[in-house]
């Protein structure tokens, strides 16, 4: 099972500091679902736009999430996923 000190952040090769993800947390526990998508999406034509877009990257990510998060709520991520092709 991945452990959160195993993410990479933004390509470089530094760990994730708890700090950085108590951050994110605090940016995005507010949003709706559909902020969330929203924002997601935006980030996603951005990282496509500039050539930074790694899907393979992501859904490894994505698979290491597997046994950690209830059955539903990965397929919900896997789904989401599938949507960024």
Partial sequence: ??????????????SVSEEQIRNKYDTYKNMSKQQLNQ?????VAKQKQSGNFDY???????????????????????SLLESLK
């Fill in 1 to 14: 099972m991945a452990k959160f000190s195993q993410f990479k952040s933004e390509g470089q090769n530094q």
């Fill in 39 to 43: 924002t997601l999406l935006s980030e």
């Fill in 56 to 78: 393979n990257k992501l859904e490894s990510m994505v698979n290491s999430l597997q046994g950690i998060l209830p059955e539903q709520d990965y397929q919900n991520v896997r």
